[in-house]
């Protein structure tokens, strides 16, 4: 006995084989994607530093969405009370909200990146948008007085089409 499915046309068999197969290829690249999707080390365009060019251990301190007023005191109080150094990677809608919390951690020596503007996803948006978003934001961290800032690229994907002058800005996103 033979099995066969018919296409929507219902005119070609086609068999369970085949189905089977094309099933197979799809949840294989699913799985593939996810993987690389949260992948630490790897990415298809650009360049990613995921360790240091030497042997010794280090870490790096760093937190997302700052200022906000709530924690910004008790983690600069305790980064201070240990002598640690950090970046803070800052949402512009938050510095404007909470200038003073901004403006301890720029005081307190802190590292300060760009973590975008309203923190909306760039994917799907168009680069004058991107780029108000990462432009808006250096805007804010360049009025912090000592704000150190750091080096943090956007990625290389986003990069395409920017100006030329976002290209090498600050950003994480």
């Keep these: 006995m033979r099995i066969f ?10 068999k ?13 690249a699913a ?10 080390c790897y990415q ?10 030497d042997e010794r251990k280090r870490i790096a301190l760093t937190f997302d969405d700052a200022p906000s007023e709530r924690t910004s005191d008790a983690v600069l109080a305790v980064l201070a009370e240990k002598n640690v150094k950090a970046t803070f990677f800052m949402i512009g ?18 590292e300060m990146g760009n973590h975008s503007y309203s923190h909306r996803r760039f994917l799907l948006r168009s680069p004058a948008f991107i780029a108000r978003e990462i ?10 007085p000592s704000a150190q800032r750091g080096h943090h690229p956007a990625a290389p994907v986003l990069r395409r089409g920017l100006p030329r002058r976002t290209r090498s800005t600050t950003a994480y996103h």
């Design 16 to 28: 369970p084989k085949i189905l089977l197969i094309g099933l197979a290829l799809a949840i294989a």
């Design 93 to 110: 809608e938050n510095i404007e909200r909470y200038p003073q919390a901004a403006q301890r951690i720029a005081a307190a020596g802190h």
């Design 135 to 144: 432009e808006d934001t250096n805007a804010l961290i360049r009025t912090r």
């Design 44 to 53: 298809l365009l650009g360049n990613l530093v995921c360790h240091g060019a």
């Design 5 to 14: 499915i018919y296409n929507r046309l219902g005119n070609k068999p086609m």
């Design 31 to 40: 799985i593939g994607l996810y993987l690389l999707m949260n992948a630490r």
